[in-house]
């Protein structure tokens, strides 16, 4: 693969990862291609086992589920199936299994290419997004935030939503939260309201 197409390839994973929710950190374990927590979506390609040739990565809105197989539309037209296995690691706010997958949901997997055409996944990140915002507003159970010119509505999951307030470690407390502040949002998306569902929000950073 040339420099320019790792370099588009790099540009539109991370067009997707930060754009999904308006167009359409604890460590959970790692694999010979590398983590499989949230932050590993964002992450470097690794370095990989040298018994492995190649990983690949696919984007872009599951269209159909075949079995086992994921049938994904990617953002810039091409069309990838994504085999999902017995050892894929599926991230959906929280490490889940492949039964919440679900069509019309984004999707973001790394794995290694098949004779076939397909990807193997060994990961499998569900709607993940992280969003550059600024508090809007501040309620009971939700966020009111901008990002860019949108407007989004960034819900708060009890046990699951965590705040980190300058670079401090994950607390539960969001009451430090301000309507002002800058903020690094990262969650899921949801394709029905096209809200987020808040895994873990960073301010003072």
Known sequence: MTSRQDNSRDLGRRRFLTTAALSGATIIGATALGGIDADAAFAAEPSLDPAIAKSSFVE???TGITGSVLEVAGSYGDRSRVQMTNATSVWKVRATTAAEIE?????????VPMPDGTVAADAVWVNIVNLDARIRGIGKDRLHLAHGQHELV???IP???NASY???ALTSDLSQL???QSAQVLGAWRPA???VDVVRISVGH
């Open 166 to 168: 300058a670079g401090r």
């Open 159 to 161: 046990d699951t939503t």
């Open 178 to 180: 301000r309507i002002g």
């Open 154 to 156: 960034g819900r708060i």
């Open 60 to 62: 872009g809105r599951i």
């Open 193 to 195: 309201d096209n809200s």
């Open 103 to 111: 069509i019309g949901d984004g999707l973001y997997a790394r794995g």
